[in-house]
């Protein structure tokens, strides 16, 4: 399977035998080399760079190389809550609802929880393959004991 977005990798690094469909698996040719750190450097913009979606209508599905953004801006009028599909393999990003008409967002992935997003708020998700759920978050020290 071609991987291509850094939510397509896996954390066992045996497992990672291409990037982007270029192989990297043991015995991989050294011409490949280069087209691979090329992919991996794009992997990393991707995620460095926000992914800016125009709401045009109600139902949005995004792409993996969108979802896999470290934020995704929501923009435009959907006309009314819009529900935004993330791929089943999205892992966790920041979303800022900035809908101009005062839609609500709502993020699946088509399966399971689902996390609305009031207009004008933002916040942490994270997806496990099937629910979408708030990324707990912790305030760091309140400098008391």
């Known amino acids: 399977m071609a991987r291509d977005s850094v939510q397509e990798c896996s ?14 698996a043991p015995g991989w040719s050294p ?13 990393l913009a991707n ?19 969108q979802a896999s953004a470290g934020a995704i801006f929501l923009t435009g009028t959907p006309g009314a809550t819009a529900t935004v599909t993330l791929p089943a393999n999205a892992g966790m990003g920041l979303v800022h609802n900035r809908a101009s008409d005062g ?7 088509g399966s399971g929880n689902t996390l609305a997003f009031p207009a004008g708020c933002n916040g942490y998700y994270q997806c496990d393959g ?3 759920t708030v990324l707990p978050t ?3 020290g309140t400098g008391k004991d």
Do not use: C, H, K, W
């Open 138 to 140: 912790e305030t760091i």
């Open 130 to 132: 099937t629910n979408v």
């Open 11 to 24: 954390s066992t690094a045996s497992n990672n035998t291409d990037v982007g469909g270029i192989s990297t």
């Open 47 to 65: 995620f460095a760079l926000p992914a800016t979606v125009a709401l045009s209508s109600t139902a949005i599905t995004l792409t993996a190389q």
């Open 103 to 109: 839609s609500s967002v709502v993020l699946t992935t």
């Open 31 to 43: 011409a490949n080399v280069g087209p691979a750190a090329r992919q991996i450097m794009a992997y």
